[in-house]
């Protein structure tokens, strides 16, 4: 896979989380409309891979009631959208949290490792794990 | 139901104090900051310091200062600040050393960075339809159904 969307409810904030906060690096910021730029992340130990940060509004695809319905879910943390590894959790979590990040599970033991969950700023959930290798 | 993974109090503290030399480190990048004045704010000896770091990151602090300059760099290249004032701005004294680690990281110098990424502010600039996916544009009516469908996506 080289892309993957993130529906998110305002794109500017979800630069600021997504750089500042979660580290990752804008790879192109496109603008197309007023309602949408393409603007995708990614970082530089994992080339050929990029968050598309989308923009959830009335579009071809959406009508406004799907489009607020969809905010509506999203923001309720209705969606886990994906898992972000690490070499340490415990380092990773601590510096994340003191930045301001929410978490709605502290690191805990798992038979594949240890896992913590957090939220994005419009409420997209997300896997923290330090995987145990599988022959471990 | 399962436990928090919960370090003890040590540990708890030991990453604690990494995180803060690391998070100093972000913060002052740009300034001749001395191992030994990060490894004071983690209140660790230099070598002790180097060792735990390396422990949780993977790479030495000195290796992390470089990267993190190195990245900065980029913005400021992508910006239009010229390669020496980047050099001064991001934390290096000798612009040899910059050049070469900078090529070291991206596979190009400086320059050559700076001279493909305004190529690229160009054509977002005058053809911003050219690097945007047509499925995506579609969407938010930025292109037409046909020319969506003509161009095989």
Redesign the interface.
């Known amino acids: 896979m080289t892309?993957m969307n993130i529906f998110v409810l305002d794109q500017d904030r979800a630069l600021d989380f997504y750089t500042n906060k979660l580290g990752l690096?804008v790879i192109?910021?496109?603008?197309?409309?007023k309602?949408?730029r393409?603007l995708t992340v990614g970082t530089?130990e994992q080339p050929g891979f990029e968050i598309?940060l989308?923009p959830v509004?009335k579009?071809?695809?959406h009508s406004e009631d799907t489009a607020e319905t969809l905010r509506n879910l999203i923001s309720k943390g209705t969606f886990g959208v994906g898992i972000f590894t690490c070499?340490?959790?415990?380092?990773t979590y601590?510096?994340l949290k003191?930045k301001g990040v929410e978490f709605i599970?502290?690191?805990?033991?798992?038979f594949y490792g240890?896992e913590a969950l957090f939220k994005d700023d419009s409420g997209n959930w997300f896997s923290l794990a330090q995987l145990t290798p599988v022959n471990a | 139901m399962k436990q928090p993974f919960n370090p003890t109090y040590p540990k708890l503290y030991f990453y604690r104090r990494i995180v803060q030399a690391k998070l100093f480190i972000d913060q002052h990048y740009t300034e001749n900051i001395e191992l030994r004045g990060i490894a004071g704010e983690a209140f660790y000896s230099k070598f002790h310091f180097i060792r735990k770091f390396k422990e949780v990151y993977q790479r030495t602090p000195h290796q992390y200062l470089s990267s993190l300059r190195i990245e900065q760099a980029m913005k400021l290249l992508a910006g239009g600040m010229s390669v020496a004032e980047v050099c001064a701005a991001v934390g290096f004294e000798e612009l040899s050393s910059f050049s070469r680690l900078f090529k070291h990281r991206t596979g190009v110098n400086p320059s050559v960075y700076q001279s493909q990424q305004q190529t690229l502010q160009k054509r977002i600039a005058e053809a911003p339809l050219t690097l945007v996916p047509h499925c995506f544009a579609y969407q938010y009516g930025v292109v037409e159904k046909e020319q969506f469908q003509t161009n095989g996506i």
Request: no cysteine; charged share 25%.
């Open positions: 892309h690096k192109i910021d496109v603008p197309m409309n309602d949408a393409w530089l598309n989308t509004h579009s071809i695809l070499t340490d959790i415990m380092a601590e510096e003191a599970k502290p690191p805990t033991k798992e240890t």
